[in-house]
């Protein structure tokens, strides 16, 4: 009887597989029609990657007037997939009335976001969030910038876009970034597969990016959040970040880990270059975090 339970759930999962594209292509279709009456997120977290944003993401869900994109986690509106006007973003999103709905049956407010983790690292991202939502909210979480880099080559190399090992991938990052960043400024259009997949060092340089986007939004738009502190001890985390939105607490989710990928110890003498490199970017991010770094701090 398991077995075949197992067969027709495969078989099912296969099937929605195949149809996803054509529905895909339904939803946008549909979305794009009646754009007008759909709602504009009011969060949107843009980084950062391998950082625990699936987690967040998936917490935030189960909050009963806290709603995702139509089909997909994140929409990329803002860094690769910039190519449709606001009509276009705002379809991906529910109609405005479900919000209101869900408001007025949970008496607290209700909203829409999603979760693009190159929004932060893309160059042009800011700039263009800051003219379509000018008063989004904007959720940062970052950890040790060391397990992040290694743990981010494991993902890209887990889904073949990396075929380096660690080490020279490391090594080859400089020439495989190397006037990347102004091609991207240059060209609204134009994408680059290194900067996206193959930043190790450079996506753990909190501080420059948060730097980057501050004087385009207020104070009280942006958001960091140390992983460390979230995934230890996530309920005042999680009601800290929806008194933030303005959300009122309603019941306490479920906390998993997502997407965490099973690899071998990074070599000491890489973690000890990784960790001297990050020092001055590290320091600059405690103000950010209002804190020292909990990898800088010897908290457990």
Request: aromatic share 8%; charged share 25%; hydrophobic share 35%.
């Amino acid at each position: 009887m398991n077995s075949t339970r197992q067969l027709i759930s495969a078989a099912q999962g296969s099937a929605v597989d195949r149809a996803r594209p054509a529905l895909l292509r339904a939803a946008d279709i549909i979305g794009r029609l009646t754009h007008d009456g759909r709602a504009l997120p009011g969060l949107l977290i843009c980084g950062g990657q391998r950082c625990g944003t699936t987690s967040m993401y998936k917490a935030l869900l189960q909050h009963p007037t806290i709603f995702r994109p139509v089909w997909r986690k994140g929409v990329h509106h803002f860094d690769e997939g910039h190519r449709g006007d606001v009509a276009d973003y705002r379809a991906h999103f529910p109609l405005q009335s479900h919000l209101d709905r869900a408001e007025h049956r949970h008496g607290t407010r209700a909203l829409c976001f999603e979760s693009s983790p190159y929004y932060l690292f893309h160059p042009l991202a800011a700039t263009r969030i800051a003219h379509v939502l000018p008063d989004v909210k904007l959720l940062v979480l970052v950890r040790d910038p060391v397990e992040r880099a290694y743990s981010a080559h494991a993902h890209e190399l887990a889904r073949g876009y990396e075929d380096l090992p660690f080490r020279e991938a490391l090594a080859a990052e400089p020439w495989r970034l190397d006037g990347e960043e102004e091609r991207l400024l240059r060209d609204p259009t134009a994408e680059s597969h290194a900067h996206r997949h193959q930043a190790y060092r450079s996506r753990g340089e909190y501080a420059d990016q948060l730097d980057r986007i501050s004087p385009l939004f207020n104070p009280d738009q942006i958001k960091v959040v140390d992983s460390h502190r979230f995934f230890t001890d996530p309920v005042p985390v999680f009601e800290e970040v929806l008194n933030w939105i303005g959300v009122r607490p309603l019941g306490t989710p479920r906390f998993e880990r997502h997407n965490a990928r099973p690899r071998q110890d990074l070599p000491t003498d890489l973690r000890d270059e990784l960790t001297e490199h990050f020092a001055p970017h590290d320091e600059a991010l405690t103000l950010w975090l209002g804190e020292t770094p909990s990898w800088r701090s010897g908290r457990p």
